[in-house]
């Protein structure tokens, strides 16, 4: 994975010169009645997609990255109201809330700005792949708002991060979640 990643950067830099904003947007999650029913590969596999590809992208990136540049990370309102059928899914959310608190210290000093972004119920591919028909129909109706975003609802976010008008925020999240209040 993390020759990947490195070779996913260099690409980039390649195509367009350099890089000012790295995205972390990718994520998997397998939903599980009870914690007996994930297995070790799931466990692992979930990591190795939500975290730690984070991780190795955003070390290879580094490089390239210069003064004003900014870090993106997406992580999940699971990671502060937890999911108990989505037990793994939920802790590599909080790792990502961690890890992005963690590497925006490391990196203030580099003038480089790392956040993130964590959405409540969304619709993308992810719920209709991983949710039966029923769980589907009703996906989203326990916001304050009673139903699930749409990607634009989501994507401000990101620019606004991205942008020169948040280039005093670093280490923040950002949530985007239907009125869901909270904590952290």
Same mark, same amino acid.
Not at 37 to 65: G, P, V, W
Not at 111 to 122: D, Q, Y
Not at 129 to 137: A, I
């Given at each position: 994975?993390? $020759? $990947? ?14 890089? #000012? ?12 009645? #009870? /914690? ?6 799931? /466990?692992?596999? @979930? $990591?190795? @997609? ?6 190795? %992208?955003?070390?290879?990136?580094? &490089? ?18 937890? *999911?108990?059928? %989505? ?12 890890? @992005? ?24 591919? /992810? ?9 589907? &129909?009703? $996906? ?16 401000? *976010?990101?620019?606004? /991060? ?11 999240? %950002? ?10």
């Amino acid at each position: 994975m993390n $020759f $990947f990643c490195a070779q996913a950067v260099d690409r980039a830099v390649q195509e367009l010169g350099k890089i #000012d904003v790295l995205v972390n947007n990718a994520a998997e999650q397998h939903p599980q009645e #009870d /914690l007996d029913a994930i297995s070790s590969e799931q /466990l692992e596999r @979930t $990591f190795r @997609t939500n975290i730690f590809a984070m991780f190795y %992208l955003a070390k290879a990136a580094l &490089k390239h990255i210069g003064e004003g540049g900014a870090i993106i990370n997406t992580s999940s309102v699971t990671a502060y109201r937890g *999911s108990p059928h %989505l037990l793994d899914y939920a802790a590599t959310k909080g790792a990502i809330v961690s890890f @992005t608190r963690s590497l925006s210290k490391a990196l203030a000093p580099k003038k480089i700005r790392v956040n993130a972004v964590a959405p409540g119920p969304v619709w993308t591919p /992810l719920i209709p792949s991983t949710f039966p028909p029923e769980k589907v &129909k009703s $996906f989203g109706s326990e916001t304050p708002l009673g139903r699930p975003a749409e990607p634009a609802e989501i994507a401000p *976010s990101y620019v606004f /991060l991205a942008s020169n008008d948040a280039s005093y925020m670093t280490g923040q999240v %950002l949530h985007p979640n239907g009125g869901e209040v909270v904590n952290g």
